[in-house]
T-cell receptor, first 114, second 114 residues
Framework: DQQVKQNSPSLSVQEGRISILNCDYTNSMFDYFLWYKKYPAEGPTFLISISSIKDKNEDGRFTVFLNKSAKHLSLHIVPSQPGDSAVYFCAASAIQGGSEKLVFGKGTKLTVNP | GAVVSQHPSRVICKSGTSVKIECRSLDFQATTMFWYRQFPKKSLMLMATSNEGSKATYEQGVEKDKFLINHASLTLSTLTVTSAHPEDSSFYIC??????????FGPGTRLLVL
């Protein structure tokens, strides 16, 4: 059972336009959400996060929106740049049964065309 | 979908002891496995990349004699923290790849060294 789902394996946008990457989760115990960016042959790097008590967090060109009732979050990149081309992972964390869980989605490959 | 497990999910040990963490790909052959360390709410730090049957490639600053990685089969990689100290306390995450760009992450192991 996938608790964190990124239903779009890939996304292609034009430079300067907005990129919207989506992520859905099923476990209401998740209280913190993170987005990571990964280039080929490198490990994921942290991009932006949001606590479940907020519905929006903005950092420069990157904004993450959280809709708790829909168990949905999205990452907006505007304006998109060719250097944003990478695989983006959504992750959710919770403390369950005394153990920490960090669950990743499968990733969405973003291609920004010049 | 592809599943990666880690065992144990959390471990508490005394300073000076060694701890082994297992990472298993349950339904696919993982030609490459990655080990990460995460500090609370921060980036995943890639520690090492291991390919089945060969020595792991460690990232700069990671002590290979302290963090022993073995990738003995296509479904199992182990990380052994030797002579653990309190500063080694962290959340360790593995991921596995079958050769493509997709990485499947394990749920993580919380290590607490007293």
């Amino acid at each position: 059972d996938q608790q964190v789902k990124q239903n779009s394996p890939s996304l292609s946008v034009q430079e300067g336009r907005i990129s919207i990457l989506n992520c859905d989760y099923t476990n209401s115990m998740f209280d913190y959400f993170l987005w990571y960016k990964k280039y080929p042959a490198e490990g994921p790097t942290f991009l932006i996060s949001i606590s479940s008590i907020k519905d929006k967090n903005e950092d420069g060109r990157f904004t993450v929106f959280l809709n708790k009732s829909a168990k949905h979050l999205s990452l907006h990149i505007v304006p998109s740049q060719p250097g944003d081309s990478a695989v983006y992972f959504c992750a959710a964390s919770a403390i369950q049964g005394g153990s920490e869980k960090l669950v990743f989605g499968k990733g969405t490959k973003l291609t920004v065309n010049p | 979908g592809a599943v990666v497990s880690q065992h144990p999910s959390r471990v508490i040990c005394k300073s000076g002891t060694s701890v082994k963490i297992e990472c298993r790909s349950l339904d696919f052959q993982a030609t490459t496995m990655f080990w990460y360390r995460q500090f609370p709410k921060k980036s995943l730090m890639l520690m090492a990349t291991s390919n089945e049957g060969s020595k792991a490639t460690y990232e700069q600053g990671v002590e290979k004699d302290k963090f022993l990685i073995n990738h003995a089969s296509l479904t199992l990689s182990t990380l052994t923290v030797t002579s653990a100290h309190p500063e080694d306390s962290s959340f360790y995450i593995c991921s596995a790849s079958g050769g493509g760009e997709t990485q499947y992450f394990g749920p993580g192991t919380r290590l607490l060294v007293l």
